[in-house]
């Protein structure tokens, strides 16, 4: 049985990673190159315990996959493994719900003990991220963070359509639902996240997690 799964678009990346885990996970380590692809992987593998998970793969931008996990799968532990390293990116990371955060220039050992530690029930980052501002608690994130977590998982679904400018009726469509309940949803989407208006919900939305974006040139696994 698959315990956890590499959400990653660089084959080579995921196959090192992919050796590495095998000694740390019992059961099959499972991969996706798309975030759709970890999606329906998730929706289909329902004993996934962890993701490891790239900030830019396609489908993904930014925070935002790690969000919809968090939300649509509340009890799998998300490891982002990314190349981007900024303070402001990774402090936002774990604020939404991230367990560790890796960078890709890490050695395998490194991010084999980040597996090991998030799986005992601890976060974890790099000795030298551990005493710099990407440590220190961002105050709005998490409180957006926490309001994000009271929408329910259609709830969710709406904002990511609404802040990808889709109008009620698209988003109804999308979600094959009629768009009176779109509207309903909408409505408690304003209430939850204190904003007047779904374009204020859409930008903020965007605003705290589309951030993110990572150099795509091919990652060293020493």
Request: charged share 25%; glycine share 4%; with cysteine.
């Amino acid at each position: 049985m698959a315990r956890a799964v590499i959400a990653d678009d660089h084959p080579l990346f995921r196959a090192a990673l992919k050796q590495a885990l095998s000694e740390t996970l019992s059961g099959d380590v499972l991969e996706a190159e798309s975030f759709p692809a970890l999606q329906e992987l998730l929706e289909r593998e329902r004993q996934i315990e962890l993701v490891l998970l790239d900030l830019n793969m396609p489908g993904n931008q930014g925070l935002t996959g790690l969000t919809a996990v968090r939300n649509l799968f509340p009890d799998i532990l998300v490891i982002i493994v990314s190349a981007n390293e900024s303070p402001d990116v990774i402090r936002r990371a774990m604020a939404f719900g991230a367990s560790a955060y890796v960078p890709k220039s890490a050695p395998l050992p490194m991010i084999k003990e980040a597996v090991e530690i998030v799986l005992n029930g601890d976060n974890w980052l790099p000795e030298h991220l551990r005493q710099t501002p990407a440590n220190e608690p961002d105050a709005e994130s998490e409180d957006f963070a926490y309001r994000l977590e009271q929408l329910t998982p259609q709830q969710f679904k709406v904002l990511s359509c609404i802040a990808d400018g889709l109008l009620n009726k698209q988003i109804a469509w999308e979600l094959q639902v009629q768009e009176t309940t779109i509207k309903q949803h909408v409505s408690a989407i304003l209430r939850k996240l204190g904003v007047i208006n779904r374009t204020q919900a859409g930008v903020i939305f965007k605003d705290m997690l589309r951030a993110g974006e990572e150099d795509s040139n091919p990652q060293s696994f020493d």
